[in-house]
């Protein structure tokens, strides 16, 4: 299961509205081994596509170092899907490298009509995909 305060959940979700009709995507970073989502890290989508997202290869480069200066690890990697259902793809599933972390997928299909919004977690581990329960609370 994962558990996020709400006012993660809300900046997730105003970055994937905010940069349809492309992908959104970023991290969330928890002290390690703890598995507590607390800092919000937008990313920019190198491919600035509405089908398909990439970290640039810098930028991610600077926040594995970033996070392991601070004792921290990616808890949760997200990313939107602007017109189609928050499920992971076959590309999303290739990228998954992080076993322990949540993969978050928010839905902006509704935002031109096209389908209902949704916020889902899963785990993707060797290639299987497991949806997650996702609890939102005010503080941890």
Not at 1 to 11: E, G, K
Not at 83 to 95: K, L
């Amino acid at each position: 299961m994962l558990t996020l305060t709400q006012a993660l959940y809300d900046r997730i979700v105003e970055h994937a509205r905010q940069d349809h009709p492309d992908e959104a995507c970023g991290v969330v970073a928890g002290p390690a081994g703890t598995g507590r989502p607390e800092r919000f890290i937008p990313m920019l989508n190198a491919a600035r596509s509405p089908t398909f997202y990439e970290f640039d290869s810098k930028d991610l480069l600077k926040l594995y170092r970033e996070m392991d200066d601070r004792d921290e690890e990616p808890v949760i990697v997200y990313h939107s899907h602007t017109a189609t259902e928050a499920y992971p793809s076959r590309t999303d599933v290739t990228y998954a490298n992080e076993p322990n972390a949540h993969y978050v997928l928010v839905s902006t299909a509704d935002k031109d009509g096209l389908g209902e919004f949704q916020f889902r977690s899963y785990s993707i581990v060797d290639g299987v995909i497991t949806e997650e329960e996702v609890q939102v609370v005010e503080a941890y």
